[in-house]
């Protein structure tokens, strides 16, 4: 006895001839969907993440065959990645957002200049970190209302912003390098909680609520729709432009956090302090998968970014590489990491219903 789908066992109960009969179109299982396509490039980024770790054995294997010398260098990796993941967390908010942020760098850089005079430290460290807080919170908001109400293109006023911000941080340091003195500031870059640095704690917890609040929660939802069809978000009832202001201002937020931890691991700030730090968070989300057209990323792909940029750039470093190599690296990772997002803009998922559908 032949098996019949549902709709044809329908349609010839109602007397349509065989040949009318049109079969269910094949469905896609949830790994080779829409839905696993986070998962799939994931695991991609775990297993570049794989082959440096390979490439460090294999240049390298009178350190690696230390396990206690590989324990500490994973500790230094997720240290050094610290930082610029907070930022990264930001960032990945405002690109999906359909949105653009230069100037991330120089916030953190004035958030650390501002939190480190004698007038702001007088206060202890209470004060320091809602300094560093309220300045990056502060110069996010003016980011996003330049772009939602000012309409500027968010190119245009994150590049201003960025070399506004370098400028005034260098006239309240006077250019000069600020000595933090606070203990506690001071501590956090060197204190262990279980053999772990402090500092990859507070990454974790920054990542973990912006996963939350990306996947979670209506923000997030929003985020998504306004970075895809910002009409298409207005007329379904979003605030397109309060929306762009608050994203702003979460970047802003998450570069005073990155200020304290920068700052706390220099002891000091001053008007150069993170230096391309915007290059490396854009980086790291187009890495992770973020599309620069909005409307698409993950923040644990994000993550990943951030910690293979490490790897490499730790990589380079136990091998005696200059800086100027890294940085060519870099930027020809970055290319790539473009150029497959164009050649994969339509997804995998879409390639294949379309072959699918020709064959039927």
Known sequence: MSETTPTATHERAAGLPAEFTKPDAPRLSWWHGDGGEGARRNLGLLATLLVLV????????????????????????????????????????????????????????????????????????????????TVGLGVGLVNGLLISYGRLVPFIATLAMMVAARGLAAEISDKQTQVSNDAFINGIASTNLLGIPLLVYILAGVVAAGWVLLNRTTFGRRTVAVGGNPEAARLAGIDVRRHTVLLYALSGLCCGIAAIMLTSQATSAQAAMANLYELDAIAAAIIGGTLLSGGRGTIVGSLLGVIIFSTITNLFAINGLSTEAQNMVKGGIIVAAVLVQQVQFGSVTQFLRRNRATTT
């Open 54 to 133: 390979v490439i460090g054995i294999l240049t390298r294997p009178d350190l690696y065959g230390d396990a206690s010398w590989v324990w500490g260098n994973t500790l230094t990796i997720l240290k050094l990645a610290s930082v610029v993941g907070v930022v990264t967390v930001g960032m990945t908010f405002v690109i999906i957002g359909g949105g653009i942020d230069l100037s991330v760098g120089a916030i953190v850089a004035l958030a650390g200049v501002w939190c480190t005079t004698v007038a702001t430290q007088s206060y202890g460290a209470g004060g320091m970190i809602f300094s560093a807080l």
